[in-house]
């Protein structure tokens, strides 16, 4: 055949097509003439192995050798060689292997996730936190770095007992502030609303005719107690019980035992009284201002008994029951009469000491009549 072919570099060296020497197939060599003019050899010919370097089949020293395709390949077309795969830098590797949930690091980082993860006791979880950790220099840290870092940013025994400390100053604050405004405000809340309702009662019971003069029960309310000085009215009830009389708000009159003093209407004795000076109504909280002259008023069902106030014993010992003798010693009266004795705590929010004030009755006056000037001014 003679017929044109474009000439191209050969992919397999510089010779052309024809320069092969040989059918690709097995035929003869071309040796510069075409495919027509020499027959086809039928006698078995020896191959030559291909020599170091060639490529392709083709042999070197410009034998002639047949060209035998790969078994595994289905044809027979050239092809360009596939690209490698592009390499893929670590940071990134790390990154796809994260995003895959795969765990980071080498093989022993991979085995250490694994057995967090499916470990005994619980502990996948915190194995796999401890792993998936990471250094400053972005690397992850083993376990054992990891744990150490976790234990130093625990505070230490010396920063848990200053808050415990701490805690507790604070708790004991705030429970000392709430006892406190129990005892100052609170109490003194309850106790005046007591006070009223007890002195509502009596007012109510002396008009109606309910109540008579005579022995009264512990607790029960007999009389109101006036000074007017200090814009006092408040009950006073049978004994000195701090339940029953006292924290109600109420002043109590000593009226058992060796305590036991006269009632108003006496002819002759002390009536000695007991109030609260801080909290529960705290009726005697100012009576250290009396002076003498000032008006102590008792009103009972049908008189008004009045007494000026005479001296004072600022500070006594509470065992001294000596000042509500029937003649108070300390209280300058020298001879049998109508007294009056007011008993509280002193100093102010202490049961420390008492403090004593001392009265004389200048007027008995029937409710008949009319208050007396001392409740009119």
């Given at each position: 055949m003679t017929?044109?072919?474009?000439?191209?570099?050969?992919?397999?060296?510089?010779?052309?097509?024809?320069?092969?020497?040989?059918?690709?197939?097995?035929?003869?060599?071309?040796?510069?003439?075409?495919?027509?003019?020499?027959?086809?050899?039928?006698?078995?010919?020896?191959?030559?192995?291909?020599?170091?370097?060639?490529?392709?089949?083709?042999?070197?020293?410009?034998?002639?050798?047949?060209?035998?395709?790969?078994?595994?390949?289905?044809?027979?077309?050239?092809?360009?060689?596939?690209?490698?795969?592009?390499?893929?830098?670590?940071?990134?590797?790390?990154?796809?292997?994260?995003?895959?949930?795969?765990?980071?690091?080498?093989?022993?980082?991979?085995?250490?996730?694994?057995?967090?993860?499916?470990?005994?006791?619980?502990?996948?979880?915190?194995?796999?936190?401890?792993?998936?950790?990471?250094?400053?220099?972005?690397k992850p840290l083993s376990r054992i770095e990891a744990r150490r870092q976790a234990k130093a940013r625990k505070p230490g025994a010396a920063v848990v007992v200053s808050r415990a400390l701490g805690e507790v100053f604070i708790t004991t604050g705030v429970l000392m502030l709430l006892f406190v405004s129990y005892q100052l405000w609170w109490t003194n809340v309850r106790a005046h609303a007591q006070a009223d309702k007890e002195a509502s009662s009596l007012q109510n019971d002396w008009a109606s005719g309910k109540g008579a003069p005579g022995t009264f029960e512990p607790g029960q309310g007999f009389a109101l107690l006036h000074i007017p000085k200090l814009d006092v009215v408040v009950p006073i009830a049978e004994g000195v019980s701090n339940k029953k009389v006292l924290d109600k708000g109420m002043v109590g009159h000593y009226s058992e035992g060796a305590l036991k003093t006269a009632m108003p209407d006496a002819k002759t004795g002390n009536f000695a009284l007991a109030g609260h000076r801080n909290t529960h109504g705290e009726p005697f909280r100012y009576i250290n201002k009396l002076s003498p002259g000032d008006a102590i008023v008792v009103e009972t069902q049908d008189d008004y008994f009045v007494y000026k106030m005479t001296s004072t014993l600022p500070v006594t010992a509470p065992s001294n029951t000596s000042v509500i003798d029937p003649i108070p010693k300390g209280s300058g009266f020298s001879t049998a009469g109508r007294y009056i004795t007011l008993t509280t705590c002193t100093p102010e929010f202490t049961s420390k000491y008492r403090l004593i004030v001392w009265g004389k009755m200048v007027e008995e006056r029937p409710r008949s009549k009319g208050k007396p000037d001392a409740l009119v001014q």
């Open positions: 017929a044109l072919r474009p000439e191209r570099e050969d992919l397999y060296g510089d010779a052309s097509y024809e320069s092969y020497g040989g059918d690709a197939y097995g035929g003869e060599s071309f040796g510069g003439g075409s495919y027509a003019e020499k027959p086809y050899a039928e006698e078995p010919r020896v191959e030559e192995p291909y020599a170091e370097g060639s490529f392709g089949g083709a042999p070197s020293g410009g034998g002639s050798a047949p060209y035998v395709p790969p078994a595994d390949d289905e044809t027979v077309a050239l092809r360009i060689p596939d690209p490698p795969p592009p390499s893929i830098s670590a940071s990134a590797a790390s990154s796809v292997t994260s995003a895959t949930g795969s765990p980071r690091g080498g093989r022993a980082a991979r085995r250490k996730a694994a057995k967090g993860r499916h470990g005994r006791h619980g502990g996948g979880a915190a194995a796999e936190s401890l792993s998936e950790q990471e250094s400053p220099d972005g």
